[in-house]
């Protein structure tokens, strides 16, 4: 089974559809991010959390949700999705106990179109 | 605003030939620096890691690091057609207490 795991790997869903993506994890891990991926535009953070009781906006939380539930589950919610949104999805996690040199580890991703 | 820039691409080498990948940052506090390696529609996965000033190697792969100019570079030597994918450079900042930021990535197509 894969350390961190997003679902749905795929998702096609309408303008104006609330939308959830999850992302569970089994590392271990405190930390957890947000990051969306579109053509040309790299690695973009848009929730973070540092602890379950911790949430941080990134650089394009508009439009977007998170939630905690544990430390091991990080949810993405897209309010009222919109066809910019339209873009592959990745949850990462890391380890404060660690130093900074181990990075994050990333789930397998969510493809995720708004049409 | 910290900004990661790397050349988009795409950086075409012979095989068995080095390439050269290169990534400026905006912040000089910034404290550690990663190499990702992304093959189409996958995750990133990590290569390097480096925060002192100078070399490291690991196997075909030499990260090396010049804070004072603010620049990181990944080596690969006797590139492989595998090695062909984009390679994201990020930086963290205040001791890895804030999230990584990532460059937008180079693209690499090793031909053989």
């Known amino acids: 089974d894969a350390d961190v795991t997003q679902t749905p790997r795929n998702r096609i869903t309408k303008t104006g559809k609330r939308i959830m993506l999850e992302c569970s994890q089994t590392k271990g891990h405190d930390r957890m991010y947000w990051y969306r991926q579109d053509p040309g535009l790299g690695l973009r953070l848009i929730y973070y959390s540092f602890d379950v009781k911790d949430i941080n906006k990134g650089e394009i939380s508009d439009g977007y949700s998170v939630s905690r539930q544990a430390q091991a589950k990080f949810s993405l919610s897209l309010e009222s999705a919109i066809p910019n949104q339209t873009a592959l999805y990745f949850c990462?996690?890391?380890?404060?106990?660690?130093?900074?040199?181990?990075?994050?580890?990333f789930g397998s991703g969510t493809r995720l179109t708004v049409v | 605003q910290k900004e990661v820039e790397q050349n988009s691409g795409p950086l075409s080498v012979p095989e068995g030939a080095i390439a050269s990948l290169n990534c400026t940052y905006s912040d000089r506090v910034s404290q550690s620096f990663f190499w990702y390696r992304q093959y189409s529609g996958k995750s990133p996965e990590l290569i390097m890691s480096?925060?002192?000033?100078g070399d490291k190697e690991d196997g075909r792969f030499t990260a090396q690091l010049n804070k004072a100019s603010q620049y990181v570079s990944l080596l690969i030597r006797d590139s492989q057609p595998s090695d062909s994918a984009t390679y994201l450079c990020a930086v963290t900042y205040t001791s890895g207490n804030t999230p990584l930021v990532f460059g937008k990535g180079t693209r690499l197509s090793v031909i053989a």
């Open positions: 990462a996690t890391s380890d404060s106990n660690r130093g900074p040199g181990y990075g994050y580890t």
């Open positions: 480096i925060y002192s000033n």
